[in-house]
């Protein structure tokens, strides 16, 4: 099969294993066979972060943003109150999420490519004491930047908040060790470092909160929570007709994740991202943020003013090419962002840098 090489931020390269298992003899999804196929898969989607003796997985049919509403409209009690973190377009789209249902809030908001301010945060959690729950993102896929989850959840313990962290363009890329980490509600996608294809969302819920949303008035059916965890507790399968083969290549990209390990997996996008940076920097781009705060996923790169750059022929050059590049999203620099997760390794970088390079000379641009 013609491999492209997909250096947006997901649906991400995947290898020719997952793409196959696509391909499976029609099956209903109320069978036995395809039960235990979705409870291999719950399984091991909390195995991942090492979740499996405190917390359970809550799968959805729909793209990333279906398990970041349900947590979102799930979780918080009627006379509860969330604080947001927007510093990016995903922050401020739970806080969409959230004025939509109605749910009482505060955002704390900065620019997008802003650090989070550690004491200002907890400013607000000392002063206003109606907070019950505090959602960020762990990797703002709008800048590249990796927000402080140890601080941010230190902060929720202090002061007895639940954390609900939008983990969708980190889990399986980075390490996240729940055993370590008391995050209540983890959510992410099956399009993203888990290489798996687009088309289911899940939350890995803390067992002991999981369980205190029963009793919390559903504000909606498709997407709750409680619901959707009670009904595949009870029968073991999906409360609504699931994605039957993004769930079979869903549960190979797992395999083929254990297989490759945590380790293996951050190593090879790491190695990846420093080929990356070496190129850019051999071309003179600038970049977005600080490499202190890069998650090493994804980098926004600041466009140049040169009158003979323009980010579409840019990436109709590099499609051409088979590789697929990404614009930038409402960041505080214009940018265009490199993700270097999905079935890619550093030599795909490497052909980038060349390329990158070649453009910029052939069309005399000039990089700042
Ligand atoms: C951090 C983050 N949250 C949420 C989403 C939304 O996911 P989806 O586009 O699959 O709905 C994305 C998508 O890139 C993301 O990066």
Redesign the pocket.
Known sequence: MKRNILLN??PATTTDSVKQALVVPDICPREQEFGDLTQAVLKKVVAVVNGESTHSTVIFAG????G?EAALSSVVPKDGKILLLDNGA?GK?AETIIQAYGISHRTYRIGWGEFPDITEIETILKQDRELTHFAF?H???TTGMLNPLPELLELCQKYEVDSIV?A??SYAGLPIDLRELPIDFLIS?S?KCIQGM?GT?FVIANREKLAKTETIPARNLYLNLWGNHSYIEKTGQFQFTPPVQIVYALNTALDEFFVETQAGRTARYFKAYETLLEGLEEVGLELLLPKSQHSKLLTAIVEPQSANYNFMEMHDYFYQNDITIYPGKGAKQDTFRIANIGEIDYRDMQLFNQKLLQYFEENNISPV
């Open positions: 931020p997901g793209s990333g943003t279906a970041v995903y789209r993102v990797h703002e896929t939008d969708m363009s996608s399009n687009a969302s």
